[in-house]
């Protein structure tokens, strides 16, 4: 594991997270937030909520989110 590897990334990460079995989301919530401090993780359970929740985000907007990420390589 590289010296990047081992330090927790401390930039915002926010995740919609579709899943119907809550102790599960514990678990993976609990994972993410070990690497990432900044975690935003909202948790829905079906589908219709998830198309809600997605509803806001365009296909620019994505784009442009991944044009101001920063660069990773591994």
């Known amino acids: 594991m590289g ?8 930039g ?3 995740v ?3 899943d119907d079995n809550q102790d599960d989301s514990a ?3 609990a ?6 401090k900044g975690l935003e ?3 829905v359970e079906t589908r219709a909520t998830f198309i809600t929740q997605l ?3 365009d296909g620019r907007s994505a784009l442009k989110i ?5 660069s990773r390589s591994r």
């Open 41 to 43: 993780l909202l948790r």
């Open 3 to 10: 010296e990047s590897d081992a330090n927790p990334k401390t």
């Open 66 to 70: 991944v044009r101001q990420a920063p």
């Open 27 to 29: 678990l993976i919530q």
């Open 12 to 14: 915002a990460l926010r």
């Open 16 to 18: 919609l997270h579709l």
């Open 55 to 57: 509803s806001g985000l």
């Open 31 to 36: 994972g993410l937030k070990l690497e990432w």
